[in-house]
């Protein structure tokens, strides 16, 4: 679209990524206002499909945060961090630049496991969205793995075995940001959760634990809630339920936290990534 040309509804178009989830949606240019039915069309879009790609965008902090805003309130940063050291405290930095020999972003280096973002929060984040600014020559990708798929395609008796249980999310920012950690350490933010959520919006049923951040159910033998889980994390990330993003610069990528998880791919430290993100609140998982 050209710049300055209104967004209309009716070129809105949403082409499917996979056959596991995500669309791109075309037809859209988000410096400008989204009216009320293009706001619809697109949360419909990404309802129906978990993660939406919208290329070639060309945004300010403002353009961003106000698309997020389309979505719901923004998570913002009460404190001051170095990773959001942007002017608006919706913002966050995902990146590992580094000036005067700090790094201006979080989540700098390699390779992450699959998670959902703030599952170790009480009340953890409905939405991810990332603004893609500069990119590896290769890797540095974002995977993504179907929750309601992998939910839906357990056999009745493990359905029925999960039925009420809750399992306990930790995350240790300093020693295990992108590798599990097994045991909970004094002070790590942690939160318990059912293992098989419903969705408040489309009314589905998702697996909700992942390798990242999901340490044990709770009363439940460790051994055997150890290989339970390991079991269900081998499902959820059958490369039949995933699907990838290899960035370019200008992508805008949002996620549904509450229904797919997502890893990335390890990269070179050598080349330069920096991704703008913001985060969407949610409400405590049922």
Partial sequence: MALGQANSADRV???PLSSALGAEIRG???RQPLDAQTSARIRKIWNDHLVILLRGQ???EEDQVR?????GPLNRSAKKRAHHNAKNPAIMLISNIRENGQLIG???DGEMQFHTDQSHQETPCSATMLYALEVPSTGGDTLFANCYTAYETLSDELKARLEGKRALHAYDYDNASTRRGTVLKEGIPHAVHPVVRTHPDTGRKALY???LMTLSIVDMDPAESEALLQLLFDHIEQPEFVWGQVWKPGDVLMWDNRCSVHARTDFSAAERRLMRRVTILGERPF
Wanted: proline letters at 5%; aromatic letters at 10%; charged letters at 25%.
């Fill in 106 to 108: 979080a989540l700098p």
């Fill in 58 to 60: 060309e945004l300010s």
């Fill in 13 to 15: 178009e949403a082409i």
């Fill in 28 to 30: 859209v240019d988000l």
């Fill in 209 to 211: 634990v992942n390798r």
């Fill in 67 to 71: 698309f997020g805003e389309s979505f």
